[in-house]
């Protein structure tokens, strides 16, 4: 598999990768306004950054492929439909989310957060180092599955009584708080059920540039093989649309594969919660989206137009056969 060191490192990689930093959510005094950790949460996201920002070549080429897969994106005929943005520098960090995903005009919010992975060789590794890291984040596809599964069974696994007075908490401004002994656990639950801690309405919305935070949703886990971003990055255009495809696919069966995931839990749990039914219906919500014939439509093209591509059909095959291990191992 290519190195990144083989790969030219010139001014339009650096400009692409500086046009996806720009476009971030960016935290202000609004998001100041709103959370009672908002300083601690820059100070902490500073800390990760200043790590990041070292430039060992796994990190830029990381960088250039959420930065390519963004690009790519929003030059796809799925542009239209969506709303798609780079997300700020602390949810990346601290929530695992590079992107989210958003239908244009849609009448409730309905977000949704792709974690995109490159390094396939990383499926049989461990956690990045909490030393090196700052955080301990898992890698490979596979693990980044399991811990987007962890979120839904942490919804799903709440004590509704307990889940109602949280809600009431933060929808009463709890985050406003000063943390004392009584309320430290609400702060230190409320972030484990952020889909995203930093969100800003899109333009499109009824009320854009509205600052907040998400609770449920998708959160989808892309796989995008370092062969096509470096052939990509070289100028290889038709590379650079094939990656465009695959996120859209990708994103597509993700969502599905959650959707059967939590109908299944469904049939057998009796006693659900307020958090747990929000992520059910936000996640429904995209199925009903999928639904639409166009954008069924630009699925089927997508599949039309790589049935020769042979390795895009192997990306496939490697995503869907990933999918189903996590089926196998969770009988």
């Known amino acids: 598999m290519p190195n990144f060191e083989r790969t030219p490192t010139n001014e339009n990689v650096d400009r692409l990768i500086s046009r996806f930093e720009d476009r971030r959510i960016k935290p202000d005094k609004e998001f100041a306004d709103l959370y009672f950790e908002y300083g601690d949460d820059m ?12 430039q060992h070549a796994e990190v830029k080429l990381g960088k250039a492929a959420e930065a390519l897969v963004f690009s790519e994106l929003l030059k796809h005929e799925a542009g239209q439909h969506f709303d798609i943005r780079p997300t700020s520098h602390y949810d990346d960090y601290f929530h695992g989310v590079d ?9 409730l919010q309905s977000l949704a957060s792709i974690d995109i992975t490159i390094n396939q ?11 090196q890291y700052a955080e301990e984040r898992p890698v490979g596809l596979e693990k980044k599955l399991l ?10 696994n709440l004590d509704a009584t307990h889940a109602r007075d949280l809600s009431a908490w933060i929808g009463s401004g709890g985050l406003h708080e000063m943390k004392t002994a009584d309320n430290k656990r609400y702060f230190s639950e409320a972030e484990r059920l952020f889909l995203m801690k930093y969100y800003t309405a899109p333009d499109s919305s009824n009320e854009p540039k509205k600052p907040g935070f998400v609770i449920g949703g998708p959160q989808a886990v892309i796989s995008i093989d370092s062969v096509f971003v470096n052939k990509a990055l070289q100028g290889n255009k038709s590379a650079a649309t094939t990656i465009g495809d695959l996120a859209l696919l990708e994103f597509v069966s993700c969502v599905q594969a959650e959707q059967e995931y939590l109908d299944s839990i469904v049939k057998y749990k009796k006693d659900r919660n307020i958090f747990f039914d929000t992520h059910y219906s936000k996640v429904r919500s995209w199925s009903h989206i999928f639904d639409k014939p166009e954008i069924g439509g630009l699925v089927g093209d997508i599949l039309k137009r790589n049935q020769d591509n042979r390795e895009f059909r192997e990306q496939l095959a490697y995503y869907a056969q990933t999918f189903n291990k996590l089926k196998m191992d969770s009988r």
């Open 99 to 107: 992107l989210l995903i958003e239908p244009r005009n849609a009448p």
């Open 43 to 54: 100070a902490r996201t500073e800390r990760v950054g200043s790590v990041y920002d070292e």
């Open 147 to 156: 811990r987007s599964r962890a979120y839904t069974d942490r919804l799903a």
């Open 121 to 131: 060789e990383d499926i049989k590794g461990t956690h990045r180092s909490s030393g």
